[in-house]
């Protein structure tokens, strides 16, 4: 089963619940968690693991090769993306806008564009106590997070059967990192705080998930904090409400020393407990 | 005319709390833009009456024209983002994941394939409830090219101070350090990071101040909830001191900014001490270093 935790707005709590969540599921179950914002991954903050592999990952950029250019201005027609413009008689590339479809490099008469493998980040597979924990990293300076992503979950069906329960930690925000992370997902959980930050960004988070017809549910973090706007959207629409975990300093304080919660606060494995139950129940492997 | 960006790398740090109080603080003197367009939020605060809505055009999406097309396969051999789908034996393009790169048009041997325009979302120039003009997007559902509509919203916000000669414009940007970051700190003058003591706060803070560097702005630092982890904020103050980044001010865990967000307020607005007190220095602090 793949269950994808994302959420619209950043700093609701999608590493505090993927961590708790894994951890808490790896007693019973396989488990392996994904820590999917590669531009920001916090997850290995939360876990003492060790590592047992580590690759560095890469993507196509063309890679001019004067010796054989005709400078026939092909490859510059070809690129929907300006990443590949001629200037006299000189070829630039421009490996950010660059999106690695191939088309100058493929399409060039005399393949005098050769696609280079160039470093986007870094993929590690940990192992902790009870569960495997694969994390990637993008590489400061690179722009796009979705190949990595890609690849990151590609490596994840490589290596864990469907027996395994994935938890994927995905990025902040709606648009395309957060849908390569959670297009494949048997289940998604929106966790949202009780703002009207939270409420507006957990709209547009339940509009992509819609769009992406996807099953999912909504976990209330700084439960206690706001008002009822985000309960009484979900009652309205008929959107299940898995979980509410509590505002407390202490659970602050936890978290900002990079401790798990749910062995020290009762109330969050409740809580835990019941997204368990909820998705076991109503989501088929 | 200095264009003011908050960042913070990690996500729900107070970076728009903080950024919608500058605004308030700077009233007439500058034009605001919110960057984070697949999560913007700074309408809530602000309250803007929107005078002029755009719709945002960006990349290509590839149609297969059924009629025409042969079923070859050869769009389908060629595409590297796994967009090209075969559907009831037909030949389809999977509109979330086709990337626009029209290379399958390119190789289709009966031109049955089209490249539309693709909309990917709406801008908006308001007014806000203080008679400021701020320049916010809506990213259309699961669209690419948010980085593209970053930066025209900036450039919009550059034109009208520009235009008006509003000597600031303040941006406020999105979690992370991929294209919007990148897309939001072009250009600017100052960055202000907003960061918390906790162990995700500092460990984000320092890639994205990595990127910073590589724009070579000068930065400062705001550290929110400082009392949540006197250990962290003494590790940030020693990252700070360490990278020459500006130490701006710390303010305290206090539930006053949720409770002014709840009611759509600033905290500048909501609480007449110590908070703003903070803020109004931190702000004076900014525009010092920049003149």
Known sequence: MKIAIAS???????TTLSTNLASYLSENNKVVLCDLDVEEPNSALFLKTEIIHQEKKYKGIPEWNKNT????????????????????DTIMVFPELCHSCYACSDLCPTNSLPMINNETGTLTHFKTNTFDFVESRLKIGEEQAVPLIKQTLKYIDNNFSD?????????????CPVIESTKNADFVILITEPTPFGFNDVKIAIETMKAL??????????????????????????????????????????????ELLWNKIPEVKTELENIKNFIFSNIKN | MKEIVVISGKGGTGKTSITASFAVLAGKSAVIADCDVDAADMHILLDPNNLKTEDFFSGE???????????????????????????????TINKISCEGCGYCARVCPVNAITNIP??????????????QPLVHAKLGIGSDNSGKLVAHVKNMAKEIADQYNRPYVIVDGSPGVGCPVVSSLSGANYVVLVTEPTV????????????????????????????????????????????SIEHL??????????????ECKTIVEFDSGEITNIITKVWEKVKTTLT
């Open chain 1, 8 to 14: 619209g707005k950043g700093g609701t709590g999608k």
């Open chain 1, 69 to 88: 250019c005709t400078l026939c201005g092909n490859c510059q027609e070809v690129c929907n993306y300006h990443a590949v413009i001629q200037l006299g």
């Open chain 1, 163 to 175: 027996e395994f329960h994935k938890i994927y930690d995905s990025p902040p925000g709606t648009s």
């Open chain 1, 213 to 258: 017809n996807k099953n999912f549910g909504i976990v209330i973090n700084r439960y206690g904090v706001g008002n009822d706007d985000v309960i009484n959207y979900c009652k309205k629409n008929n959107i299940p409400v898995l979980a509410k975990i509590p505002n407390k300093k202490e659970i602050a304080e936890l978290y900002s020393k990079g």
């Open chain 2, 61 to 91: 999406l590839a149609i297969i024209d059924e009629n025409i097309c042969t079923q070859c396969g050869k769009c389908f051999d060629v595409c590297r983002f796994d967009a090209v789908e075969i559907i009831e034996n037909k030949h």
């Open chain 2, 118 to 131: 693709l909309n990917v979302g709406k801008w908006f120039i308001a007014n806000t409830r203080h008679q």
């Open chain 2, 200 to 243: 995700s706060g500092l460990h984000d803070l320092k890639r994205v101040y990595e990127l910073v560097k590589k724009f070579h702005i000068k930065a400062g630092c705001i550290i929110n909830k400082f009392d949540l982890n006197s250990q962290k904020t003494t590790e940030i103050i020693e990252f700070l001191e360490n990278e």
């Open chain 2, 249 to 262: 001010g710390n303010l305290p865990y206090n539930e006053a900014f949720t409770k002014a967000m709840t």
